[in-house]
């Protein structure tokens, strides 16, 4: 048995009050009228009608445009080493490519035919450039926005219905485009897909457009991130199935399985690999950097290519992911944070989070996981309201000494940059989908107004080089068109008008790419005989004959050992946790009785400023941001915002809103037994068809009811657990007492009489499963011995059948008796 500590956050005793003053109304208005909503929406289409038209005028037929000096941007010939420019650029307009689909969802037909013209007459030299690019930015950005342009022209009115007359000219458009788009994409596939042609079959992360592997310094080619390896399964299996040339879905599966068989007993993956030495070159693993889009293509692979074996990879690593990295999450906690960890023994690996990992809420959305994806959004949210941004890199696990942070302010802002990334307005695109909490059309106003103001520059728009300073880069990428933009400008479609949320989409079974291109497949989308024989008679010699049937499905987590036979347990069921969450969406966080009131369900949550609290010393204002958390940048205390969605307040009417008391009982995890059989270890949770024979404990009087857990096997468990202390708040804003600590040590006599009668063990989650306040994991009796020299056992049971951990008390795990 193994007793594992890996972090304890102690609290200060501290009552968290936070006012909102009358006088402080900000401007604007929050009522996301009709009226409302069009303006906001309106505003958007202007934002991205700027940076077009800049691109279009100052960058055009370059990659970008800089937004501060007007000029257009490309690859840096003259060092093949400045990789931060080098990876995403390819002399191929890739602003024009990642946004074909941007002016459709925008409606720009005519710079849309403008772009197609162009490209039309580009095509056979836009690629063969003499250029060192990244597989993977080129795949999402434009192999990806190729494809999707080329699904949405072939497919979008392929179903018999009333065409809008909005679509007239769309539909033109459509009726005149011959495929060629599909041929670029293709011709670009075969330039990229060479990268997989290795003997490891893993990929190298360049290739040179005109050459391939030649011209390509051995140090570009070393190192391969788990995303960049496993990512393009979406665009390459796509590209297989629109042309029928199979090259590109085969090379991927290979590399994609290969992967997850050499996934760790945890079920996770590392982040980076040699391709040459087939080997991982590191054993940490998390949901940003390097390996966000792996659970991401997972899911997205599995929905539109309705595919068991990828939801399988998706839930597994979901589970573990659960299991080992999510740090909070429990059922009082205001926040989810998943931190990077080792995949071997799923102890924190390093100190922070990424910015990319603010799109993850929105996957979780996507997979049916709402109410964690509020909880990691929540986190996002809070690094928002303070920098108005989201560092690229943050501390949120104090390291050194706390005064080091009061000597540097921005210690924890690892990596100071924030190139207008798009994740967190992402997810928040998401959240409002399945939510309809107006908070999120909140967040997204308050993104836009920044966008209008302080991002917005004379040739587009410019993120920030270095938070800490407030200095700007000079630089668009082309996500901000294509990501960022898109997807406020989808958030703000609240009554479904664009087609994307409309009827022409309804039956596709679509989803974003990772750069937020729609793409879906479906039988008319096959190619015919003479497509086919057009891309195999271009195609390389890769002999391929399907993917059908080569994976198959096994089951997310091992049988369950029901509960003891007995006839007292026959009114009772178990049913798995984890197979329960994956078989079934939350469809909506939202409270029903909430419904048909304006009420944001923010403020129904008293612990809203517990995460200030308890990151005090990592969030700081940057000094040139007003110092005040009222003059509306602090999203959540909108005093407009407020006023007409504060409905759900605990104290309605009210400007005036009392959080509960932050925690100040630590916290830690217990690991039992071989995290390595973690897996199969069997959460259940217990239900009863009717209640006239309740079980109970015999000595507690404890009945199961309803919320309470069956965890039969200790043999491989990660506990997260508070530890009651006399004097403590606990996580539920209960003071704890000598009395209450005393009525629990002093009756249950433990087998190897050692009991610790100052404290207590409250388990908050089980493998990642919360436990409600309240309620009662149930496990089987097992047999104990004394160690000889009289110290308390790993495990033990009191005589009224409680769980005793290294000789204390758990307050909520029972012996259930036979
Ligand atoms: C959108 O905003 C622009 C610029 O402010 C304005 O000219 C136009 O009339 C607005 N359109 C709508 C439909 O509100
Ligand atoms: C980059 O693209 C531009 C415009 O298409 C072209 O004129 C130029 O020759 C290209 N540069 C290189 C080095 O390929
Ligand atoms: C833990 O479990 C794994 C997988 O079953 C096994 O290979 C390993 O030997 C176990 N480790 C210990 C210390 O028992
Ligand atoms: C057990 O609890 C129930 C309800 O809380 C109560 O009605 C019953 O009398 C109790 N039984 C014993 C033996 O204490």
């Not at 079920?267 to 590191?282: A, G, Q, R, V, Y």
């Not at 990295?325 to 059922?331: I, K, W």
């Not at 000598?738 to 404290?759: F, K, L, P």
Request: hydrophobic share 35%; net charge negative.
């Amino acid at each position: 048995m193994l007793f594992g500590i890996t972090y304890l956050l102690l609290y200060v005793f501290q009552v968290v009050f936070a006012e909102i003053r009358t006088e402080n109304y900000v401007k604007g208005g929050s009522a996301f009228t009709p009226s409302h909503i069009n303006h906001i929406k309106n505003q958007t289409r202007q934002l991205f009608k700027h940076a077009w038209s800049s691109y279009m005028e100052y960058g055009f037929p370059f990659d970008e445009v800089r937004p501060r000096s007007c000029e257009p941007y490309g690859p840096d010939y003259n060092d093949v080493f400045n990789i931060v420019r080098n990876d995403a650029m390819g002399n191929i307009s890739s602003t024009l490519l990642d946004n074909l689909d941007t002016l459709i969802i925008f409606g720009e037909w005519e710079e849309l035919e403008k772009a197609l013209t162009y490209l039309r007459k580009e095509k056979n030299r836009i690629f063969d450039k003499d250029t060192i690019v990244q597989v993977f930015e080129t795949t999402i950005r434009a192999l990806g926005g190729l494809l999707s342009s080329h699904v949405l022209l072939t497919d979008l009115f392929s179903q018999k219905r009333e065409i809008p007359a909005k679509f007239t000219k769309l539909k033109q458009i459509c009726d005149n485009y011959d495929g060629f788009l599909l041929e670029m994409a293709h011709d670009l596939g075969k330039r990229l897909v060479v990268a997989f042609d290795t003997k490891s079959n893993l990929p190298i992360p360049r290739v040179n457009l005109a050459t391939g592997w030649k011209k390509i310094p051995s140090q570009l080619k070393k190192e391969t991130c788990t995303s960049g390896a496993t990512s393009p399964i979406l665009e390459f299996s796509l590209l297989s199935r629109l042309t029928g040339d199979p090259q590109f879905e085969h090379l991927i599966q290979l590399t994609f399985s290969k992967l997850w068989t050499s996934r760790s007993a945890l079920n996770l993956l590392p982040m980076t690999i040699d391709p040459k030495k087939n080997l991982w070159l590191d054993s940490i693993t998390g949901i940003g950097a390097s390996v966000d889009s792996f659970y991401e293509y997972a899911a997205k692979h599995s929905i539109i290519f309705n595919d068991d074996y990828m939801w399988n990879v998706f839930s597994s690593s979901y589970k573990s992911l659960l299991s080992h990295s999510a740090q909070g999450g429990g059922n009082t906690d205001y926040e989810l944070i998943f931190s990077n960890i080792n995949v071997n023994d799923g102890l924190i690996a390093t100190s922070w989070i990424d910015s990319l990992g603010a799109f993850f809420p929105g996957l979780q959305v996507l997979t049916g996981q709402v109410k964690d994806a509020m909880k990691t959004h929540a986190t996002y949210l809070k690094l928002w309201d303070y920098f108005d941004s989201i560092p690229e890199r943050w501390e949120f696990i104090t390291v050194g000494k706390v005064s080091d942070y009061e000597d540097n302010q921005y210690k924890s802002i690892l990596l100071e940059w924030y190139p207008l990334r798009p994740e967190f307005i992402e997810s928040t695109y998401y959240l409002y989908r399945a939510t309809r909490d107006p908070m999120y059309l909140q967040i997204g106003s308050r993104i836009l107004e920044l966008l209008s103001t302080k991002y917005k520059a004379k040739c587009g728009f410019n993120g920030i080089q270095d938070i800490r300073s407030g200095e700007f880069q000079n630089r668009m990428e082309t996500f901000v068109m294509g990501e960022t933009l898109k997807y406020l400008y989808l958030l703000f479609d609240v009554d479904n008008d664009e087609f994307l949320h409309g009827d022409l989409m309804s039956e596709k079974g679509w989803v974003f790419s990772t750069e937020a291109h729609p793409m879906w497949f479906n039988k008319r989308l096959l190619p015919d005989e003479s497509t086919r024989s057009k891309y195999s008679s271009l195609s390389g010699k890769k002999k391929y004959t399907g993917t059908e049937g080569t994976h198959h499905s096994s089951p997310v987590t091992g049988t369950g050992y029901g509960l003891p036979k007995n006839k007292k347990y026959d009114n009772f069921f178990t049913k798995n946790h984890f197979k329960a969450r994956f078989s079934q969406c939350e469809t909506t966080a939202r409270q029903p009785e909430s419904s048909g009131l304006l009420a944001s369900s923010f403020y129904k949550s008293d612990n809203l400023f517990h995460f200030d609290h308890k990151f005090s010393k990592h969030l700081v204002r940057p000094h040139y941001l007003p110092q005040t958390h009222l003059d509306g940048s602090y999203i959540e205390l909108s005093k407009p915002f407020f006023d007409i969605y504060g409905l759900a307040a605990p104290q309605k009417g009210h400007h005036h809103f009392q959080s509960s008391r932050p925690p100040s009982t630590a916290s830690y995890d217990i690991i039992l037994g071989n995290v390595s059989e973690m897996d199969g270890a069997e959460i259940s949770e217990l239900y009863s068809t009717h209640n006239s024979h309740p079980i109970t404990n015999l000595h507690l009087n404890k009945t199961i009811t309803s919320g309470d857990l069956w965890v039969p096997d200790l043999s491989s468990l990660r506990f997260k657990v508070e530890k009651l202390t006399h004097g403590n708040i606990d996580t539920t804003n209960s003071l704890i007492d000598e009395s209450y600590i005393a009525s629990m040590t002093q009756r249950g006599i433990s087998n190897c009489c050692r009991i610790n009668e100052d404290e207590l063990l409250r388990i908050l989650k089980v493998n990642g499963v919360p436990l409600s306040p309240g309620a009662v994991i149930w496990t089987r009796t097992f047999s104990i011995q004394c160690p000889k020299d009289g110290s308390s056992p790993a495990l033990d049971i009191t005589d009224d059948g409680r769980l005793v951990i290294y000789g204390t008390i758990v307050e909520n795990m029972l012996v259930l008796p036979l």
